[in-house]
């Protein structure tokens, strides 16, 4: 199977679900056999069905239900149906926790809140994350090294552990969101200081650009560019911490 029929994050969550059909499930079931990467996805989508519900009813009681409500009746006729509008609340509701499948839903509206790019919708929801959002996932080395091999290919842009190292911060996952029909490779971390980080990595046509800080949705933001990809780096860690952990990023990957 190559990258570009691998099936969407949509289509995978509809197999979690069992909401294909009988040709379908047959058909990611002889994918995942075939393909580490796949089967890492697979496994990294399934954290989102773990039993949080009966732990997290105070946080679902809080959800923004109404506001989530509104974006979801602002998609396009030409959105895919995948979850049901219950079964989208459900989950968006539940993202502080199990963050998965709730960030490719929420990345896919682009400049609906402040109108200001992908920068500013990764803080849309990384400002919602906390430690237990991250606890939970898959310390596995070798799920890891898949996780980064597959969103690397897709950016076209080796990744590895070592190259993503953040001093201070453990990696916990990586995927790809769609932003505008854009790809970006998203790599969590979680600081014992600080909490949650993210480095974000998209494809770049603009040119190199030199580190810049910024404050967005009460987070901290370091971003630079090389000739090819734009990076940025979120948390709630002070500046100096952040640039140095860009810094250690930028000199592996980009030399």
Not at 24 to 30: A, F, K
Not at 92 to 97: D, L, R
Not at 116 to 142: F, H, I
Request: aromatic residues 8%.
């Amino acid at each position: 199977m190559t990258h570009t029929n691998a099936p969407s994050d949509e289509l995978l969550v509809a197999y979690l679900d069992g909401e294909l059909d009988a040709e379908q499930h047959r058909l990611i079931v002889d994918q995942a056999h075939a393909d580490p990467a796949l089967a890492a996805r697979l496994e990294a989508l399934q954290c989102a069905d773990m039993p949080f519900k009966v732990a997290f009813d105070s946080v679902l009681e809080h959800a923004p239900a109404e506001r989530l409500q509104a974006m979801l009746k602002a998609l396009p006729p030409t959105q895919p149906a995948t979850f049901s509008r219950r079964s989208f609340l459900a989950v968006a509701a539940s993202f502080a926790v199990a963050g998965v499948v709730a960030d490719r839903l929420f990345i896919n509206w682009p400049r609906a809140e402040s109108g200001q790019g992908w920068r500013a919708s990764v803080a849309e929801y990384m400002a919602l994350y906390t430690p237990q959002t991250l606890e939970n996932l898959s310390d596995d080395p070798a799920l890891h090294l898949a996780q980064l091999s597959s969103v690397g290919a897709q950016l076209g842009l080796p990744l590895s552990p070592a190259s993503v190292h953040l001093p201070g911060a453990e990696f916990r996952r990586a995927q790809i969101l769609d932003y505008d029909s854009v790809l970006i490779g998203q790599l969590t971390y979680l600081d014992p200081r600080h909490g949650p980080l993210a480095l974000c990595i998209t494809a770049s046509w603009k040119g190199a650009q030199p580190m810049a800080n910024e404050q967005r949705r009460g987070m901290n933001v370091v971003y630079w560019a090389s000739p090819a990809h734009g990076f940025m780096l979120i948390g709630r860690n002070p500046f100096e911490d952040l640039q140095i952990m860009a810094g250690s990023v930028e000199k592996t990957l980009v030399g």
